[in-house]
């Protein structure tokens, strides 16, 4: 609301106007008189603080700025232009060149620096230094000075675990390098060098009744015989079958041939085991070659016997003995004939021997006789005697001979029981004779008063079968004559002056 004021006095300072009202008066707080010496102006300054900092006024009354105080004589007389050249310029002017002065590049230009182009965005780029920048510090850097190896090991130059750690290390570079040339000397060439070779994991498969099974179970109870006469260095070699838990071993004459007639020749026993024992001659039967010895051992293995007659050609067999000195040995083969006629020995002297024998292709060589010939059951069947040979070695061919184990057993017990042996005789000698229709044994002599005698047969009769077996030379007629007990009648079938004749011969003893 407005009010009627009488006018001021516009001589009055602070005079307002009609118009106007006067300002309020201001109500300043109080200072702290602190305060005011931290914050307040300093002595002698009264208005606002920007005063001290007024230019001075020119010489004309206006404000203007101070000059510098001229710079020393020194720099003056080393940067200004040289005496009367006041006027003269320091770049020459384009008119004196006749020339257009080149210009120069731009500093983002050089490639190798981007960050200079001041136009260039913000991408993430290669560091500031470049590869090149680095080989050339790294050129020209010099290099330290080199250590020798007495300031290392005793310049205290280098730390002790340094020292060992490069000792480690190199014992461990001369380890590497040592293999690598025992590796490179093992393997030679390329033609030898280390193979891989597969080894089968599984077990041998050994059934019952198979080769290696027959040969574990009875070449126990065969044994290699060493015959040596006293002062002699070597002798007769062959093998032995136990057949008798007493010890007893049947084998063949010839083997121990030469402790016949002489106590003193030694016989040695030697088993599969390698142990050795002496042997003693019980007796032996030359016409048969058959012997038996002794040993004193207890509870050896014995020889399970067969039969021999039920034996057919084709039968599997196998020879066991120790040939050419050669212990424990095996061979396998097939029953090539049966009661074939053997006539063999007859050598320093003695009188060949005749008897009937198993033919086998199981390999038997020198050292075989007197051992065993087992059938596929792993029982005797047989006793090793003699072989067919094209050499005078007499190497084995494939054909080889074996006494029938029926036969040979019957010899064996009676040698036994007696030390000797009486076998069947007819008293005649024959010789093997052919015609164009027939074959057999011609008689060459006949004993006085002897079973032929008394029979009637005459020399030169031809005798082609005894009892059931026919007689086709004179080495069947022995066999099938021994197949007999003395005083055995039979009927024996000859022929005389182009008749058939049949007498009954009471057979006698030898």
Same mark, same amino acid.
């Given at each position: ?32 008189? %602190? ?8 002595? &002698? ?50 008119? %004196? ?12 230009? $050089? ?32 290099? &330290? ?82 015959? @040596? ?52 001659? @019980? ?116 054909? &080889? ?23 069947? $005789? ?7 004779? %052919? ?76």
């Amino acid at each position: 609301m407005m009010t009627d004021q009488p006018n001021a006095n516009p001589a009055q300072p602070g005079a307002v106007g009609a118009d106007r009202l006067a300002p309020r008066p201001l109500e300043r707080p109080a200072v702290d008189p %602190a305060q005011t010496a931290v914050f307040g102006r300093p002595h &002698g300054v009264e208005g606002a603080f920007d005063k001290l900092y007024t230019q001075p006024s020119n010489s004309n009354g206006g404000n203007g700025f101070g000059l510098a105080p001229p710079p020393p004589e020194s720099l003056a007389e080393a940067f200004r232009r040289p005496p009367g050249a006041e006027d003269v310029l320091l770049q020459r002017p384009l008119e %004196a060149t006749g020339e257009p002065p080149e210009p120069e590049e731009p500093l983002w230009t $050089d490639q190798r620096d981007p960050w200079r182009d001041p136009g260039s965005g913000a991408v993430l780029a290669g560091p500031a230094v470049t590869a090149e920048d680095s080989a050339e510090e790294s050129g020209t850097r010099p290099g &330290g000075a080199l250590l020798s190896l007495p300031e290392v090991l005793f310049g205290r130059r280098v730390k002790p675990r340094a020292l060992a750690l490069l000792g480690v290390l190199a014992l461990l570079v001369g380890a590497v390098g040592g293999l690598v040339s025992w590796w490179l000397a093992d393997t030679g060439s390329s033609l030898t060098g280390s193979a891989t070779i597969s080894e089968a994991e599984a077990a041998k498969e050994r059934p019952p009744g198979s080769l290696a099974d027959i040969a574990k179970r009875v070449s126990p109870a065969v044994v290699a015989l060493e015959v @040596v006469k006293p002062g002699a260095d070597a002798g007769e070699q062959g093998s032995g079958v136990v057949i008798d838990p007493q010890g007893y071993i049947l084998t063949n004459e010839h083997v121990v041939s030469s402790a016949s007639g002489d106590s003193s020749v030694k016989i040695t026993a030697i088993f599969n085991d390698g142990t050795r024992t002496a042997a003693k001659l @019980v007796g032996a039967d030359q016409k048969t070659d058959l012997a038996v010895v002794k040993v004193a051992v207890t509870n050896p293995v014995v020889m399970q016997l067969g039969k021999s007659a039920d034996l057919q050609a084709g039968d599997a067999v196998i020879a066991v003995g120790s040939p050419l000195a050669l212990q424990n040995s095996i061979t396998s083969g097939i029953v090539s004939a049966l009661d074939r006629p053997v006539t063999a020995g007859g050598d320093n002297g003695a009188p060949p021997v005749t008897y009937e024998a198993i033919q086998t292709d199981a390999a038997i060589n020198h050292g075989n006789s007197g051992g065993a010939l087992v059938d596929a059951t792993g029982a005797l069947v047989g006793i090793n005697s003699a072989i067919r040979s094209s050499s005078a070695d007499g190497g084995s061919i494939g054909i &080889g001979f074996a006494i029938p184990s029926d036969y040979a057993v019957k010899i064996a017990r009676e040698l036994i029981a007696h030390g000797k042996v009486v076998h069947a $005789d007819i008293g005649i000698n024959a010789a093997s004779v %052919a015609g164009s229709t027939s074959m057999g044994a011609q008689v060459q002599n006949v004993v006085p008063n002897g079973p032929a005698a008394a029979a009637g047969i005459k020399e030169g009769d031809v005798i082609t079968k005894v009892g059931d077996r026919l007689v086709r030379d004179s080495a069947e007629l022995t066999v099938a004559v021994r197949n007999h007990d003395p005083g055995t009648v039979v009927p024996v079938q000859l022929a005389r002056s182009g008749a058939l004749l049949v007498v009954d011969v009471t057979l006698g003893s030898d």
